[in-house]
């Protein structure tokens, strides 16, 4: 048996609500995307020779 779809009652009510929603999601894409770019900046400052790698070395 198909549900019958309700109706959204208070229009503002959801407007807010989708706006909050959108403006979080905003305000942590932008943390990340901070984040991301600080600890690209942090390891493109060290030799590669500091960098500690899980790889075996070839010397």
Not at 14 to 22: D, G, H, I, Q
Request: hydrophobic letters at 45%; proline letters at 2%; charged letters at 25%.
């Amino acid at each position: 048996m198909l549900r019958k779809r309700s109706q959204i009652r208070d229009y503002k009510a959801e407007a807010r609500l989708f706006t909050s929603r959108a403006f979080v999601a905003f305000i942590g894409i932008m943390i990340m995307m901070t984040m991301l770019i600080v600890n690209l900046y942090n390891v493109s400052g060290q030799p590669i020779s500091e960098l500690k790698l899980d790889r075996m070395t070839t010397e």
